[in-house]
């Protein structure tokens, strides 16, 4: 009888990525030298710390053949991102759910959240349907964030009931602020019955003036008015006390200013309902990068101070943020060539943020461990997504391998289809190497 190794024999559709290291969350960290054994897309099997060589490669067993990659590769659950505009339906020539969903598989995410500023939004049942249904047919898992109010026009609360049945577990008029108090108010109430969260995109549209850049330095050089911190801060505080007050789940986009981390800091040592998110560009980036990207630098809440950036930072390590994102918002060329007060706000994210964010951790600016946690674990258990953001037995192999060793220069062309990057001509540490979704080899860098 022939004689057969074990390790060879993986059946048909069935997978095994050993050697590399194994991020098994906060506490455990990386765990080196691991095994994961996955069947029929879900992950069966989790070991680590038994290979025999310390040099041994990190590789992917698909029968019959193997993929090699370094031997310093980490294996990590795939990211998942709570802030992502995909254009889909009306603004496909930007992106679509498609083109998205690539540039999320290159930059390691295999969930991510389409905000609502759609042409039709997700604010009927009908429409939501709709678009939950394009959703499904993309490579990764499209949560599909429901619009809070009709045309997201700020008047009229959608049918959140309905849209609720359907599938909602969020909502946000996001590229608006959900800015009248009794509207707000009635929908916090609705999410403390319901349990579904309420995103909001904190901008007061009058202290901010939509002004192109922070009220700062930069701005005060150039000679423009700028947006003050208070722009996001009073918007922020509206929700919070309408938050406590009702007990409704209040999650504050994208926040930006020092002010609005530590209120959010004390609201959450008061055990009051809130959570917040800041964007990768927040992170790595301050108002001074306009003057490179120009136009490419401009987004919504505007980049602001170094002492800004510093707090966000504090804000991730210390647990008062509850998920990093990208924002990703794709604009095309020619408007951002406008000039900078007629240029759309936003920046494109998914293909570089965990290079980014690992690049902070070679700075000793963030530790990637919480890095990656806040892109993982933390954003599954906000959201509630089970079976994500963990490699566990028994969740999805939604898996990415990164190569910290890795150094690249970012540089169009992009799998998105807009190229609006303030990291263009950024050199960054670290690459995603291959993403894996419901066990299916989704990317690998060419
Ligand atoms: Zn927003």
Redesign the pocket.
Known sequence: MEQTNRESIVPRGDMVIRGGNLFLGLEKGFQRHGCIRISQGKITEVSFGKQPSALAPCEIIIAPGRVELGSEIMVIPGLIDAHVHLREPGFEEKESILSGSRAALAGGFTTIFSMPNTNPPPDTPERYGFIAGLGHNAPVDVVVVGAATLGRKGQELVDYQSLHRLGATVFSD??DPLWDPVLLRRLLKASARLGFIVSD?CEDPRLSGKFPLHEGSVAKALGLPGQPSSAETVQLAKGIALAVETGGRYHA??LSARESIDLVRQARNLGWPVTCEVTVHHLFYTQEVIHRALGNGKC?PPLRSEEDRRALLTGCTDGTVSAIVT?HAPHLAKEKLLPLGDAPFGVIGLETALSAVHTLAKRGELAFERGIHLMTAAPASLFGLSGAGSLVAGNCADITLFNPAMEWTVEPPFYSKSQNSPFISETLQGRVAAVFKDGVLRHVLD
Do not use: Y
Request: negative net charge; hydrophobic residues 15%.
């Open positions: 996001d590229g995109h986009q994208h919504a924002d």
